[in-house]
């Protein structure tokens, strides 16, 4: 049976091996192009799509002994640049990448300037607007960074009704106190 057929992936065991480089640069060669493709239309982003193409061929490196020959490279490679931008769109929607934004951004360069002074007096006015118990509900979660059944114990009450208090005071801070 004559025909075309698709390149095999070598399986080389060993790490960093001289041929496994060579087999690398030459699919890189052939479908660097089309994984730079899938990673610039799920990223939207130049930048962010070329260090994602170049993880993908550096995860193809360290795991060509996962590639079974069951689809060609280029579906290997498409796999894991779909897998790795959708998991970099995740992690950049996640909830601890807001708090860390916005507390660097009221940091100043001297580090405890104006907009520093600023959150701290807004945290501290929609304090006053709450009782005791639910202030400490909110340091214990919001700046111990204890779990709600870690507040919830060393409160004495339930997981439920400290997520209700906590949610009240995340009505007078908005969006950015929402408890999950």
């Known amino acids: 049976m004559t025909g075309t057929s698709q390149p095999v992936l070598k399986v080389i065991p060993g790490g960093a091996h001289p041929d496994r480089r060579a087999l690398m640069r030459e699919l890189y060669t052939k479908y660097g192009g089309s994984v730079m493709g899938r990673c610039r239309y799920l990223l939207k982003d130049a930048t962010k799509a070329e260090d994602a193409m170049h993880d993908v061929f550096a995860r193809a490196l360290t795991h060509g002994e996962d590639f079974r020959a069951e689809a060609s490279p280029l579906t290997w490679l498409m796999k894991i640049a779909t897998n790795h931008c959708l998991n ?3 992690s950049e929607q996640a909830g601890w990448r807001r708090w860390f934004e916005r507390d660097e951004a009221a940091r100043s360069e001297g580090h405890g300037g104006q907009g520093e002074m600023e959150t701290r007096d807004l ?3 929609l304090l006053s607007k ?11 979660y919001h700046v111990d960074g204890m779990t709600l059944e870690e507040v919830a114990a060393m409160l004495g009450r339930s997981v439920p009704t400290i997520r209700k208090r906590l949610e009240r005071f995340a009505e ?3 969006e950015e106190l929402r408890v999950p």
């Not at 709450?130 to 214990?140: F, I, L, M, P, R």
């Open 88 to 90: 970099q769109l995740r």
């Open 123 to 125: 945290v501290r006015r």
């Open 130 to 140: 709450v009782d005791v118990e639910t202030q400490a509900a909110v340091v214990h």
């Open 172 to 174: 007078l801070g908005g």
